[in-house]
């Protein structure tokens, strides 16, 4: 699903040049469940906006589902991401005086979907993450997981292919986090590819690879990271 061909990403800082990606080659079937990992401005974040279609390479290729969609502009990359992917970020970005059903409702709005069916998928997508009775309810009079399952319902309800996750869990305590983790793990065994950053061991741990980022480059490609995952303290 995700073909990364020699990748670079650089930024015009003044009279500085940041090179963000340097030549970044990585391959991601569909319906695996891979984790990001790397030091602060190793190049997560600027990998995940290629992959996202929220930027484009400076040079290189990247192929989605087959599409490359490296020199893509304006509507067309638009259009491939609103069709291919579905975010999920660490502080949910919800709208403060929206009740859940609407804000999952959002991107239907965005794709033309009537009003009726925009609904009923809104509210499909909230039973799945397990919020079907808080449809109504607004961002203030849900906890820290319940806003980021709103999220998530928001990210699947367009059935997208591909989900990107950044730092879903930084914002929750431990037993939240898990929680979370258990969903990406459920809807990526319905068959979501899901991409995840994260600098937390035992949360990459859930993921089926582990790829470790530094200095714009991959520098390993774990496919086992039960290794990472932190042993349970038995009482």
């Known amino acids: 699903m995700i073909d990364l061909q020699d990748v670079t990403k650089r930024y015009e800082m003044g ?14 079937d569909t319906g695996e469940f891979v984790a ?11 990998l995940m906006n290629i992959i996202g279609c929220l930027d484009r390479p400076t ?4 192929l989605l589902d087959g599409t ?16 291919h992917v579905g975010f999920v970020f660490q502080r949910f970005n919800l709208l403060a005086r929206t009740d859940a059903r609407h804000q999952v409702e959002l991107p239907l709005v965005y794709s033309g979907v009537a009003a009726r069916e925009r609904r009923q998928l809104a509210l499909e997508a909230l039973k799945a993450v397990g919020l079907g009775d808080r449809a109504d309810h607004k961002p203030d009079e849900l906890s820290g997981g319940q806003q980021q399952r709103v999220a998530i319902a928001r ?14 869990t930084g914002a929750l305590d431990t037993t939240t986090g898990a929680e979370i983790m258990g969903i990406f793990e459920r809807l990526n065994a319905a068959g979501i590819t899901i991409v995840m950053v994260t600098h937390e061991p035992e949360v990459a741990a859930h993921a089926q690879r582990v790829l470790h980022i530094r200095d714009g480059l991959l520098v390993a490609d774990d496919s086992s990271p039960e290794r990472w995952r932190v042993p349970e303290v038995v009482a």
């Open 15 to 28: 009279t500085q040049t940041v090179h963000a990606l340097r030549g970044l080659t990585a391959h991601i």
């Open 68 to 83: 490359d969609v490296s020199t893509m502009r304006g509507d067309a990359q638009a259009a491939i991401r609103n069709r």
């Open 155 to 168: 990210a699947l309800v367009t059935s997208p292919s591909l989900i990107l996750a950044d730092e879903p």
């Open 36 to 46: 990001i990992m790397g030091p602060s401005g190793s190049g997560k974040s600027t």
């Open 59 to 62: 040079t290189g290729r990247y």
